[in-house]
C-alpha cells in the first residue's frame, strides 16, 4: 500500500511524541487537487474535522485551533471519518466538525475576533466526542481506519440549527463486491474533501498548497479488495482526486441515481497525482463498527 495517509501536514506543529508516532504508520491524505476539480456548495453533508490541541507541549501559551480532514455526516448526529484523524493526538484534544464550504476562511474570521480557544472553535464547528475502531492500525489487509464524532441532543440540535444537510446513504452489506468490477468501472465516481492540492514543484521541493475548503472530483474505478476500493485520478485522463486533508471525507459512487458512500479516503501517492485508496464502508469490518452508532441498511 501507499505510503501517504491522506491527513494534512501537521508535523511541524505537534509534539516530538506525536510526529514519532504519527512517522512509523503510513502518512496521513490531503485535499481534492486542483486539475479537474470543482467547489462542492451543494454537499453540505460533507465537512472538515477541526481540532483544538496543545502544539508545543505548554500549557501557558493557547491550544491551536485549526482543521486537519474531512468526513461526511450519515446520521443527523454521527461523523464518519478516517481513525488515523483521531488518534495519537496530545493530551486535551477537543474535535469539532465543521459543515462550512470554506472552513480556512472561518478559523480565520474567528482568531481575528479573538478570545478563547474554545470560543474560536465554537465559533466555527460544533464539538463532538471521538470513536475510532479498536482493532485500528490493524494491517495492510485491514487497517480498521475508520473513525466516528457523536454529538449529543444539544449538539446535534447546534448543527442542525448552523446548517442545513441531509445525511449521506451507506451502501448495503458487501454492495460493492455483489456489483462486481464491471459495473463499478462503469458506474460515476466522485470524491470530495478541504485537502490540499498536489504537489507543485519548487526551489525547495514539493509543496501542496490550498486546503480548507470543501472540493470535489470526478474518479474512475481501478480494482476492489476485500476491505479497500482503488480509483485512479490521473490528469491526462480528465480526472481529480484527493490529497493531504481529505483523509476520513467520502468517495461516492452513483447507484440507481443515488450518491452511495462507497468509501472513506484513506492514502494514495504522494503527490497526489494518480491514485486514492479508500476504505470500503459496506465491507463486514467497516459495518461492525458503523452498527454501533447508526442504522445501517
Not at 474554545?118 to 465559533?123: D, S
Not at 514543484?201 to 475548503?213: A, K, M, R, W
Request: aromatic share 8%; hydrophobic share 40%.
Amino acid at each position: 500500500m501507499e505510503e501517504d495517509l491522506r491527513r494534512t501536514a501537521l508535523f511541524a506543529s505537534l509534539t516530538a511524541a506525536s510526529v514519532a508516532s504519527m512517522l512509523t504508520m503510513a502518512a496521513p491524505a490531503s485535499a481534492i487537487n486542483s486539475y479537474n476539480a470543482a467547489l462542492a456548495p451543494e454537499r453540505t453533508e460533507v465537512g472538515s474535522l477541526v481540532v483544538q490541541y496543545d502544539r508545543d507541549n505548554n500549557p501557558a501559551t493557547p491550544d491551536a485551533v485549526r482543521w486537519v480532514c474531512s468526513g461526511t455526516m450519515i446520521s443527523r448526529d454521527v461523523f464518519l471519518t478516517a481513525a488515523h484523524c483521531t488518534t495519537d493526538w496530545p493530551a486535551g484534544i477537543k474535535f469539532y466538525v465543521s459543515l462550512d464550504q470554506n472552513t480556512q476562511a472561518a478559523i480565520d474570521a474567528s482568531n481575528k475576533l479573538g478570545g478563547t480557544p474554545e470560543q474560536i472553535a465554537q465559533r466555527v464547528a460544533v464539538e463532538g466526542s471521538p470513536h475510532w475502531d479498536a482493532a485500528y492500525p490493524g494491517n495492510s489487509a485491514d487497517a480498521h481506519d475508520i473513525a466516528v464524532i457523536t454529538f449529543d441532543k444539544a449538539q446535534a440540535a447546534e448543527l442542525a440549527k448552523r446548517w442545513t444537510f441531509t445525511p449521506a446513504q451507506l451502501p448495503r452489506d458487501n454492495q460493492l463486491s455483489e456489483l462486481g468490477s464491471r459495473a463499478l468501472d462503469a458506474a460515476q465516481w466522485q470524491v470530495m474533501g478541504y485537502g490540499t492540492q498536489e504537489a507543485v514543484n519548487g526551489p525547495g521541493g514539493q509543496t501542496h498548497p490550498g486546503g480548507g475548503v470543501r472540493m470535489k472530483a470526478t474518479l474512475d474505478f481501478n480494482a476492489l479488495n476485500k476491505t479497500w476500493v482503488r480509483l485512479a485520478m490521473n490528469e491526462s485522463r480528465d480526472l481529480g482526486g484527493a490529497c493531504y486533508g481529505d483523509s476520513g471525507g467520502p468517495n461516492f459512487v452513483t447507484l440507481d441515481g443515488k450518491l452511495v458512500l462507497a468509501g472513506t479516503t484513506i492514502t494514495g501517492d504522494s503527490p497526489c497525482y494518480a491514485t486514492n485508496v479508500a476504505y470500503r464502508t459496506d465491507s463486514d469490518s467497516a459495518r461492525n463498527f458503523l452498527k454501533q452508532f447508526v442504522a445501517l441498511p
